[in-house]
């Protein structure tokens, strides 16, 4: 089953539906999409965005990376769009590697920090609550992206497959797809001079491909903080980011077959 859907101008986009759940049942394909940022669409990137039918757009990425690379718009756009300006408690991705040397290593041990706050930060708590009820009562299809489309948007992708029933083998196997040998050439081609001309940073292929990629640690070092600090991921959704049972219902519904 092919799930990369390729652009132009647009990395890691991609149809999250379409797996196995409880029951029976199944997660309708054409309404759920993930991606990269939107800054760097081509013309025919947005017409084919357009032609999706997309109903929101929830924007995971912190207000000075959404200014640094804002995100282009279909013409007659009318989409609902999710995001916020709250602040993180720690610095930006692109500020954080400027007075330290950046290798593969670093990559790692910053991958595996991230992993670790994410599920708590304030503005993520904010965005992934939004975004389960834009899910649930938007009537279309929706696109969640972040930056790489790889970190905020894997992580919210897999308690998204984790609301539906989707087994664990499968969530694990739809966030490594972002490792997809093609997409992480070309971003390597494009990391590698954007590092050089943002942060004033040279750094190896090597390093650029733990960049670029994503790591089955991470997402079980989210998992397990969750489990420490609410028991389980049901605790988490429930007591964190408000997904009730009626709210899960109410996804169920609207997402499976």
């Known amino acids: 089953m092919t799930r990369h859907i390729d652009f132009e101008g647009i990395e890691n986009f991609r149809d999250f539906g379409g797996y196995d759940a409880a029951g029976g049942q199944t997660v309708k394909r054409g309404l759920l999409y993930r991606s ?20 929101a757009i929830v924007d995971l990425r912190r207000s000075e990376e959404r ?4 995100s282009k718009r279909w013409p007659g756009f009318g989409a609902a769009v999710v995001e916020n300006d709250i602040l993180s408690d720690h610095a930006d991705w692109a500020e954080a590697m400027k007075d330290v040397e950046v290798n593969a290593q670093w ?5 595996m920090a991230y992993y670790r706050r994410a599920p708590f930060e304030a503005r993520h708590i904010d965005l992934f609550r939004r975004y389960f009820h834009t899910l649930a009562d938007t009537d279309g299809a ?17 308690l998204t497959h ?12 739809d966030y490594l797809l972002t490792n997809d040998e093609a997409r992480m050439a070309r971003k390597v081609a494009f ?12 750094v190896d292929e090597a390093g650029l491909r733990v960049a670029v ?12 903080v969750i489990r420490q600090a609410h028991g389980s991921l049901d605790g988490y959704l429930t007591g964190v980011l408000g997904v009730d049972t009626p709210l899960r219902a109410r996804l169920q519904a609207r997402l499976l077959a």
């Open 191 to 202: 990391l590698g001079p954007w590092l050089r001309d943002t942060v004033g940073k040279t």
């Open 107 to 111: 990559f790692f041990n910053d991958g």
């Open 67 to 70: 200014a640094r690379e804002p």
């Open 162 to 173: 984790h609301i539906l029933g989707v087994g664990a083998n499968d969530i694990l196997a």
């Open 213 to 224: 990629s994503v790591n089955a640690d991470y997402l079980e070092t989210a998992f397990s």
């Open 142 to 158: 929706i696109v969640v992206h972040c930056a790489a489309g790889k970190d905020r948007t894997g992580l919210i992708c897999a």
């Open 36 to 55: 990269a940022n939107h800054a760097y669409a081509s013309e025919a990137d947005l017409a084919r965005m357009a032609d999706l039918g997309l109903a």
